[in-house]
């Protein structure tokens, strides 16, 4: 039983809490793709500038939280998001908005946006230093023990604070992002856009209203996912480089454009990732008797070693765009 | 409607393009707003431009749009839908993963408070579309997205309605049908230019008729006068 609470931890705990923060990055560029159709590369480090917020107002005011009893760095959540989607906004405003009025191929604002990840990391790594930082300042990280009800059960199920939060306020973004996409009429005006923009101008829609709106929406939801990765590790200025890939992948893997694609697309990275690496021999040595005797296990029996964690994402992709271009849900073609 | 006024749409000596080159070499056009307008040419006449010149799609050079009296011409399409112009391209006229009700909602985008109202006379209007109000407009035949893309525009309460090429690709039951909603359409009082290529049925529920040629009038008469016009019949209408 000890090996179910080690798989319990590695995988299926482990495979969430990257399942619910790609799904939520992956969510904001698919949006972006499907309003703006290019691939918004500078995505991940809104999601730094996000966490980043948060530890600013959270080495400002660290005891803020404990009064209301939560973590300070969630309780400036709400604040960081509002921050990151002006930031988005003001993004968009300064360098893509002037590209798309000059009418330039997508490719050319692709290429915009790594010049915005350079910039957004350089910045944020001239206030915050190289080094990680935890957010949790003033409080104390929880860790939650729960023992499994077998008999012999000796290993915990092992589940952190911020994971909780991660995991809720996942789903009530989620859960928003449904209620908007299909009952609000921005939100359907949103996927009107996407689907024919001539249309959605010829039928009176501003165009220009729905793209602020969907870099306010991207720039909130990075802002969460940024900031629970970074109360569940170490706040790190290129926090970005490890979560640009398996977001890209994510996005591409759910269908781009594809809002509940991507939100699938996190999960099936999330998992793949940590099943990767998982060691199966802690699952398969309880039944070592009953293989014939020849068969000895081998100590490890991970796919890949966790330091090439960041190539799980990468295969998965190729897979993709070889046998299902289009996404698990049929996005819009690229 | 009093017939003193001025006319619903008046444009006069329209010059446009694309990229530079023109395609309209100035074009003439006036509507009252209770009439029906058959815009009809061979092909590369420019009669799906000249829709398009007046719904702020393409730029104009030269003349001038006016409608109600008031220059329009190139104002973007969403002030233009503010003043009561509806647009029905030919293609991708729906928002194929949209529900047909959503559709349809998306035409009132500017006149949320009118979405019930609406809807309810729209639904009245092409009573198939009910039946099929959740299903995606992209599942739909190419008749029934014709009437989801007709019920769009109507939905901001138009006061003139330009549909280009409503009939292309339908069966003649289909385009009968089409033809009898855009005389109801009128009838209810609001003002209809249309571009077909069913030169002659669209012409026989024309108040006017205008036949382009290489960017400019050739004929322009009631819809009845250019039927019975032996040179109009022999160049334009297939004899």
């Keep these: 039983m000890n090996e179910l609470a080690f798989f319990i931890n590695n995988v299926v705990i482990s495979g969430s809490v990257s399942g619910s923060i790609y799904a939520i990055g992956a969510i904001g560029v698919t949006l972006i793709f499907s309003i703006m159709r290019f691939a918004h590369f500078a995505h991940a480090d809104m999601m730094t500038f996000g966490a980043f917020m948060v530890l600013l107002l959270t080495t400002l005011f660290p005891a803020a939280g404990a009064s209301l009893g939560v973590p300070t760095g969630v309780l400036m959540l709400p604040l960081a998001m509002l921050l990151t989607a002006v930031l988005a906004v003001g993004i968009d405003k300064t360098f893509y908005k002037p590209l798309r009025a000059h009418g330039v191929k997508p490719i050319v604002l692709v290429i915009g946006s790594l010049g915005v990840t350079l910039i957004l990391q350089g910045l944020i790594r001239l206030f915050s230093g190289t080094g990680g930082q935890s957010l949790y300042v003033d409080d104390r990280k929880e860790i939650f023990r729960l023992a499994l009800p077998f008999e012999g059960a000796r290993a915990p199920i092992v589940i952190t604070e911020p994971q909780i939060y991660l995991f809720v306020i996942t789903i009530i973004a989620v859960v928003a992002l449904h209620l908007f996409l299909n009952r609000s009429r921005l939100g359907k005006a949103m996927r009107a856009m996407s689907d024919n923009p001539e249309l959605a101008q010829a039928s009176g829609i501003n165009t220009n209203t729905i793209v602020a709106v969907t870099w306010m929406i991207a720039g909130a939801l990075a802002a969460i996912a940024g900031t629970l990765l970074s109360l569940d590790v170490t706040f790190k200025p290129d926090l970005s480089f490890f979560l640009l890939l398996p977001i890209f992948a994510a996005a591409i893997v759910g269908g781009v454009g594809h809002p509940y694609g991507a939100i699938a697309g996190g999960f099936v990275v999330g998992f793949a990732e940590t099943l990767a690496v998982f060691n199966w021999n802690v699952l398969l040595r309880p039944f070592q008797e009953s293989f014939p005797a020849w068969l000895e296990l081998p100590s490890n029996l991970a796919f890949v070693g966790t330091e090439y964690k960041i190539v799980v994402p990468f295969f998965i992709l190729i897979a993709i765009l070889v046998w299902r271009p289009t996404g698990l849900f049929k996005g819009k073609v690229i | ?239």
């Excluded at chain 2, 329009?72 to 029905?88: A, E, K, S, T, Y």
């Design chain 2, 1 to 239: 409607m009093s017939s003193t006024t001025r006319p619903l749409i008046d444009a006069r000596d329209v010059h446009g393009g694309y990229g530079g080159m023109n395609i309209l070499n100035g074009v003439n056009m006036t509507l009252e707003a209770d009439e029906v307008g058959v815009i009809v040419g061979p092909n590369g006449a420019g009669k799906s431009t000249m829709l398009k010149a007046i719904f702020g799609l393409l730029y104009v050079s030269q003349g001038e749009i006016l409608l109600n009296g008031q220059p329009i011409q190139n104002l973007p399409p969403n002030q233009l839908v503010q003043r009561g112009m509806g647009f029905v391209p030919q293609e991708k006229n729906v928002f194929p993963s949209l529900s047909v009700q959503e559709n349809l909602e998306m035409g009132a985008f500017l006149k949320p408070q009118n979405v019930k109202r609406m809807l309810a006379q729209v639904y009245e209007f092409f009573p198939p579309l009910y039946e099929k109000r959740r299903q995606p407009a992209g599942e739909l035949s190419g008749g029934q997205r014709q009437m989801v893309a007709m019920g769009r525009a109507l939905m901001a309460e138009p006061s003139l309605l330009l549909l280009d090429e409503p009939t292309a690709g339908l069966s003649p039951l289909y385009m009968h049908e089409i033809f009898d909603r855009v005389k109801q359409i009128n009838a209810a009082g609001v003002g209809i230019l249309m571009v077909e290529q069913n030169a002659k049925q669209a012409l026989a529920i024309a108040d006017k008729g205008f036949v382009l040629a290489a960017g400019q009038n050739r004929f322009t008469d009631t819809g009845a006068a250019l039927l019975a016009d032996p040179d109009v019949a022999k160049s334009f209408l297939g004899g």
